[in-house]
């Protein structure tokens, strides 16, 4: 599958986009996708929150809040799709899309947070 | 409890069959005794072509693994009356070739045993005179738990991974590897990670743990895997880093 | 599998069964296993998400107005009700298999399975108050 040094390297990036999920998301996904949406709290004001985003600390927790997750869904969706739909003969083509798909949101995250107004 | 039970066992004969059939045989139901102990009945009163592999019949030598109701068990720790009611069935240990009834094909496993280096690798040997290698209680207990792997195989026919791609070095193997990588008297954790890091090696695994669930000795390989993982990883990171070792 | 078995004393036709591509669903744990690992689709799901609602807010109020809309819609509200609760089965499977990989010795003696596990699940607890502090109070 990949070649002897990334591997370590893939598993690293899995792990830490792991935790940053098991850790920080069920909140945010409960505030902003439950909480706020139905009006059980209160939501910061659409200014307060580009204000808040625009802190340079902000941009930095949110693009790795963004990327490293997605590289761990590349890695562990590829994986799935390997072995649970047992898909060997596309293992080449299932790692393009896996992990391309997290570059490219990645970098997506990086322009947006980068050319973020504030 | 009635007095006995019936034992539904996968019978393949390559010389007359193209797939394994089923066989049912009444043997008594014995409080003390095991899947084993039926076996031999049936091998010694019922149906003496019938082959399978045991040993020690007391959980130490690792030859009688085999399905029970489709779990990977050791058939001389597998009591009947836990299995009740009948039928119980009897079947060859999962993801391996079947040679004849209850008897597997386990060259693979050996070969990957091998090529793990389970054994003391040293640079040099430390000569007679110079006495024992010594190890503190800590020092044993950093390896002690992967050391009481017994080859039963078990693991494999629980590991879907195996299942699915043969070629997987698997769960005893590597954690033998391991017994041997935190022993402070081995030398070979280099030559170890060429075999663990290729491509069937430790990265095929993604942590379904069924390993670890049916090992008879709770030598947790699902563990020793994922500690692997982490010290390779841990390692590449020091290479990567200017002030790292190399 | 194999046709009716021409075999000879000397080369047995060993017998393979294939494994079916429904493997998952014949043993509760590796149905589990599936499930766990398909959490990481709610992950990334959530990671593109955030990042609509990034680009929603720097693009001007009337986007931001737009999406936060939407994400009333019942629509989303399932979806993100099917996330909340994989997400967090991804992080109690997440916690309490991290003592599997993290062996660290203290003196000499292995710290236990439940304090390793027990330190994220305070690292979690922490981390989501400081969140919300910040959320609720800009």
Redesign the interface.
Known sequence: MASKPLSPFLWLVFSAGGTAAALLFPVHLFLAGLAFPLGWLAPPSPEALRALVGHPLTRLYLFVFISLPLFHWAHRFRYTLYDGLQLKHLTALIAVLCYGTAVLGAAVAGWTLWSFPG | MGDTVTLSVARYRPEQEAEPVFQDYEVPLRRDWVVLDALNHVKDRLDGSLAFRWSCRMGVCGSCGMMVNGEPRLTCAAFLSDHLPGPIRVEPLRFFPVIRDLVVDITSFLGKLKKVKPWIVRKEEKPISEGEYRQTPDQLDAYKQFSMCINCMLCYSACPIYGLEPSFIGPAAIALAQRYNRDSRDQGSRERLEVLSEHDGIWQCTFVGECSQVCPKNVDPAGAIQQYKLASATRWLSLLLPWGER | ?????R?TPFH??????R?S?W??LE?G??TL??LR??T??F??L??????W???A??AG?EA??DL?AR??SPG??AL??V??VS??F??VT??N?AP????L?IR???VPDWAVAGA?YA??VL??AG??A???R?
């Open positions: 599998m194999i046709p009716a078995a075999s047995p036709r060993w017998y393979r069964r494994v591509v493997w998952w043993k744990s590796y296993f599936v690992e398909l990481s689709v992950v990334a959530f990671a593109a998400l955030t990042l609602q990034v680009r807010l720097a109020p931001y107005g936060v994400l009333r989303f509200l993100n009700v996330g909340l997400l967090l991804h992080s997440w916690f298999l599997k990989a993290i062996v010795r000499g003696r292995r994220n690292a979690w981390l989501s969140v919300a910040i959320l609720l800009a």
